[in-house]
């Protein structure tokens, strides 16, 4: 089975710019998680969707940050102006339904610098 | 934050040697998954504990869960050089999805 999928694997920003993650999960897993990882902490939820659905986003930062899964398998994470405190590991995990008992598959992750 | 401060350790061992981690949290819970991080991947779930388990074992690993303290451990039996990693403990909050403490670094030389 593949796992999930995430590119670029690295990304080099100065403050200002825009980039976009892209997430490919585990195929019918309907539920998609962005976090965000700064360097040794651990992971912080960012947004998840329920197929196409947003269930949560009040930990993304909405006035830079936009995410969205539009046909319920593939997602998109953007920052719109980046900013040197947004330096982090960006990680996508999937699971086959939401609650207590799911497992989450982790991508590989997104590692941003931003200069 | 959501973890106690025993969450937040970096620990050395030889091989051969075994290792326990805590992890404390503040939200009400019954199940507690534990994951693993190697440098340069995401974390990978190691074993998932409910409240009526109080304890669950998955070859070498050895998980516990205390609802009434709330608080988990994780240890690993005749450790290896490739058991190098951070270890995180995760809890649900609310229904929401899985959040997570910040983790215990374990190095292990050969």
């Known amino acids: 089975e593949a796992g999930v999928t995430q590119s670029p694997r690295y990304a080099v920003l100065q403050e200002g710019q825009a980039v976009s993650f892209w997430c490919d999960p585990i195929?019918?897993?309907?539920?998609l998680y962005w976090y965000q990882q700064p360097r040794d902490q651990g992971p912080q939820l960012l947004v998840y969707f329920r197929d196409e659905a947003v269930i949560d986003n009040s930990q993304l930062p909405s006035d830079r940050f936009s995410a969205v899964r539009p046909k319920g398998t593939n997602s998109t994470l953007k920052i719109q102006s980046a900013k040197q405190g947004d330096t982090a590991t960006y990680l996508c995990?999937?699971?086959?339904?939401?609650?207590?008992?799911?497992?989450?598959?982790f991508g590989s992750g997104t590692r941003l610098l931003v200069i | 934050s959501q973890w106690g401060e025993e969450n937040l350790q970096a620990l050395s061992i030889q091989e051969g040697e075994d290792v326990t981690m805590n992890c404390s949290y503040k939200t009400y819970t019954t199940v507690v998954q534990w994951y693993r991080q190697k440098s340069g991947k995401g974390p990978a779930q190691l074993i998932l504990?409910?409240?009526?388990?109080r304890e669950k074992r998955s070859g070498r690993l050895r998980a516990t869960l205390d609802t009434s303290s709330q608080s988990s451990s994780l240890s690993i039996t005749g450790t290896l050089a490739t058991d190098t990693a951070v270890y995180f403990c995760?809890?649900?909050?609310?229904?929401?999805?899985?959040?997570f403490g910040t983790g215990t670094t374990v190095s292990v030389s050969p």
């Open positions: 995760g809890v649900y909050q609310g229904g929401r999805a899985l959040i």
């Open positions: 195929s019918g897993h309907d539920t």
């Open positions: 995990a999937s699971s086959p339904g939401q609650g207590v008992n799911s497992d989450y598959t």
């Open positions: 504990i409910r409240s009526n388990e």
